[in-house]
């Protein structure tokens, strides 16, 4: 507040100080200053200061920034000619008293005066609507930009929220498998479950988590994956070191590589493959998961799984990412995400 005011009073006393220096400087040029035409340039500005304060005074009490533009222009209109005749008399008085002006010049000079001030009050008036006209519009885009941020953390918050009882869900459907096969199997893979669980805690608390530490939840999923496979079930990796400490959205690799086996692997009878690839390519981290298996044409790319990764790509980098899901070949099927370095 202190510094609006600051600015404020700056502004007024620059702006009519240079309408006295004006004045006066012509005054000087065609040879006419004398101690009274002093005193009237040097009062002139203070009136005008004094009266335009007082019409901000009205601006503010009133609220004419906040009405609509058509009645403010009105209101501002109906202003400047208020205050311009006021001051066209209380300068035109001012002239009779300091005998700049004399008693048959009084009509012409108080007419001069008022298209004068109606002159400056305008630009005044413009300069103090076009200040609050700027600011507003600024105010109103960062609380614009705010919204979208607190609109993009909800959304992915509740991304996050549904992914992890899709999870949890079929994590538990894996184990059940187990519990009546093989006990020993079914504990073994509910201690790598609370492994998961406590990492993918952690990373809720975060947008984004490092490559490295999404890897290491993906080992923990596909570890509990491969007691239920067995031979079924191969596991590689191709991973550019460089990219290890590359951030990424978190829980976005392992539901990827959940549905490289629920939707691929699952399906083979002899089972088969997952590569889990990161690489720079062209100023993007491209991220590529691969599996033994084929998109079902008219169902491929539409699971949960794909549709979030979709949209928490779009809300974190907008049209800077991607994701596709494809056909590589007669065997192997390919989910590629683009994403930007910076």
Excluded at 313 to 339: C, P, T, W
Aim: aromatic share 12%; net charge neutral; glycine share 6%.
């Amino acid at each position: 507040m202190f510094n609006r005011i600051t600015k404020y009073w700056w502004c007024q006393v620059s702006g009519w100080g240079l309408y006295a220096f004006i004045f006066l400087f012509f005054a000087f040029f065609f040879n006419q200053v004398d101690g009274d035409l002093i005193r009237y340039v040097f009062t002139v500005p203070v009136v005008g200061i004094l009266l335009t304060h007082g019409f901000r005074a009205v601006i503010v009490r009133f609220k004419w920034m906040e009405m609509p533009f058509e009645r403010a222009v009105f209101y501002f209109s109906f202003g400047i000619i208020v205050c311009a005749f006021l001051d066209a008399i209380v300068i035109t008085i001012l002239g009779l008293l300091f005998e700049a002006t004399s008693h048959k010049e009084l009509v012409s000079h108080l007419a001069f005066s008022f298209l004068q001030q109606s002159f400056l009050i305008t630009m005044w008036t413009a300069i103090y609507f076009g200040w609050h006209y700027v600011e507003k519009n600024r105010n109103t885009q960062v609380d614009k930009l705010k919204l979208e941020a607190t609109v993009r953390t909800l959304e992915l918050k509740t991304i996050k929220a549904q992914l992890n009882p899709h999870f949890i869900f079929n994590a538990l459907n894996s184990i059940r498998a187990l519990v009546d096969e093989n006990p020993q199997r079914a504990r073994t893979a509910i201690t790598s479950l609370s492994n998961i669980l406590r990492s993918s805690m952690q990373a809720e608390k975060v947008e984004m988590v490092s490559l490295e530490n999404e890897l290491n939840i993906v080992k923990d999923y596909l570890a509990l994956e491969h007691i239920r496979f067995e031979e079924r079930l191969k596991i590689q990796y191709d991973i550019d070191p460089d990219t290890l400490e590359l951030p990424i959205p978190p829980m976005m690799l392992q539901t990827l590589v959940e549905n490289a086996i629920k939707h691929g692997i699952s399906r083979e009878i002899k089972g088969g493959t997952v590569i889990v690839g990161s690489h720079v390519k062209d100023t993007k981290h491209e991220l590529t998961i691969q599996n033994t298996g084929q998109i079902v044409e008219n169902l491929g790319g539409q699971g949960f799984g794909l549709q979030s990764t979709r949209q928490r790509l779009g809300i974190l980098f907008g049209k800077r990412a991607s994701f596709e899901i494809y056909n590589l070949n007669a065997q192997m099927v390919e989910a590629k995400v683009l994403m930007p370095l910076f």
